[in-house]
């Protein structure tokens, strides 16, 4: 079959080729994935450049990628929940980084994997489990948002979109920072936007009258302007800064669960969540999609479509 490969760690975006590499074999507790479209977080290039190898193994090649949405085409012995001709989709890592979704197919553990809602897109689908389920554990981490307000940094990112809706569908004031570009954007997802930089904590304090009972970190870098708005009794979370710990928040990993992409994929059925696709990609465009992923400046997601 065909994937997207690279050999070892590296920055160089030119090292991830397109190679024809042997069909993935198959464990009991798991399902064979045509694959429809792939997700594209921030965690793939990361990976590529060695940045989480002191907490994951890595076995090479590396095929990157780790949201899949697909069509079952052979099922383990052990995986009642699905059977051949199932559209799926999932988060589909693994504890060892090696065989991921940036190919014609993948195995992924059943523990993993989703049934697809006939109204959502391949795309739609391939997008959501990471970065919604990312949100989803940032939200639940909050507690109780009804008529409370809460402040997402990085609201309109891959992941930061879905906080955002999550947080809104939950009955709380969302204060969301974006550049003014978004701001339209932050609006239509329930969010009122505010721009990032120099006095932003000036500008949350006066938008809300006052201290915030959240805050949601998705963009890094950002725990003094969070505990300068966060009021006395706020919590706070991050996923890009594990320093959050030491002043009193939370830090976010978020693993597999196919009953947590279920429950996503659900609200996104009911237009409770809206997917918002940046742009496509071919597997030669993998080295694309990564360079404007590292921008940062990204609205919504990107996706690989093999």
């Known amino acids: 079959m065909r994937a ?10 030119d090292a991830l080729q ?5 069909e993935p074999k198959l464990s009991p507790a798991s399902v064979l994935v045509e694959v429809r479209a792939a997700g594209v977080n921030p965690v793939d290039w990361k990976l590529m450049a060695g940045g989480l190898d002191a907490i994951m193994p890595t076995q090479f090649p590396v095929i990157p990628g780790w949201d899949v949405s697909g069509v079952v085409v052979a099922v383990g012995m052990d995986t009642p929940e699905f059977q051949v001709g199932d559209e799926v989709m999932a988060y589909a890592r693994t504890d060892t980084v090696g065989g991921g979704t940036f190919a014609e197919r993948v195995t992924v553990p059943v523990r993993a994997v989703a049934h697809k809602p006939e109204s959502l897109s391949w795309e739609q689908a391939a997008a959501i489990p990471l970065a919604g389920g990312t949100a989803l554990r940032a939200i639940d981490a909050l507690g109780e948002l009804h008529a409370r307000t809460v402040l997402i940094h990085g609201g309109s990112g891959g992941v930061g979109g879905f906080a955002v809706q999550i947080a809104h569908a939950r009955g709380a004031r969302v204060i969301a920072t974006a550049s003014e570009a978004n701001h339209d954007y932050l609006r239509d997802l329930g969010a009122h936007p505010v721009a990032y930089g120099d006095g932003l904590a000036d500008r949350v304090l006066e938008l809300n009258g006052g201290p915030v009972d959240a805050v949601a970190d998705f963009a890094g870098g950002m725990l003094e302007t969070t505990l300068a708005v966060l009021g006395d009794d706020g919590v706070h979370v991050s996923i890009a800064d594990s320093s959050v710990t030491e002043h009193g928040g939370r830090h976010i990993w978020v693993r597999p669960d196919g009953a947590e992409t279920a429950r996503l994929a659900a609200m996104a059925a009911e237009r409770v969540l809206r997917v918002e696709i940046a742009k496509t990609f071919p597997l030669e465009g993998v080295a694309d999609a990564f360079r404007e992923s590292r921008t940062r400046h990204v609205r919504g997601k990107l996706v690989i479509v093999p």
Request: proline letters at 7%; hydrophobic letters at 40%; zero cysteines.
């Open 18 to 22: 397109v190679r024809e590499v042997p």
């Open 4 to 13: 997207v490969v690279y050999h070892q760690f590296t920055d160089d975006l």
